[in-house]
């Protein structure tokens, strides 16, 4: 069974810089795709960015290219975000998520952490 932890969350300044990273057990993750989510107060979950089992596919939110990257290490079982330029709006519990998937991007997961809370204040 896949388990998915979420780390590196925190109270960050505007323009300041996060890591969030997904570490997963119990299975290995070279043949999932990853996905990561967010939720505001108040909002509906919403989809970040998303890399394909094989790293060579990478989406991203309008509201995050630019400054966010994911990546995954499949060696370490784990898949990163590297959020950048953080704006207060991008405050939120981000999410993980997995499936396993020929190709590409799935549009539903199986798979979801708990989350990280990601806050962006001064």
């Known amino acids: 069974q896949l388990q998915l932890v979420e780390s590196g969350g925190g109270l960050v300044q505007p323009g300041g810089s996060l890591r969030l990273s997904c570490a997963a057990s119990?299975?290995?993750?070279?043949?999932?795709?990853i996905g990561w989510f967010r939720q505001a107060p108040g909002k509906e979950r919403e989809g970040v960015s998303c890399?394909?089992?094989?790293?060579?596919?990478?989406n991203y939110a309008n509201s995050v290219k630019g400054r966010f990257a994911i990546s995954r290490d499949n060696s370490k079982n784990t898949v990163y975000l590297q959020m950048n330029s953080l704006k207060p709006e991008d405050t939120g519990i981000y999410y993980c998520?997995?499936?396993?998937?020929?190709?590409?991007?799935?549009?539903?997961?199986?798979?979801w952490g708990q989350g990280t809370q990601v806050t962006v204040s001064s």
């Open positions: 119990g299975v290995t993750l070279d043949t999932y795709a």
């Open positions: 998520a997995a499936r396993t998937i020929l190709a590409g991007c799935p549009k539903e997961y199986d798979y």
């Open positions: 890399i394909s089992k094989s790293g060579r596919l990478v």
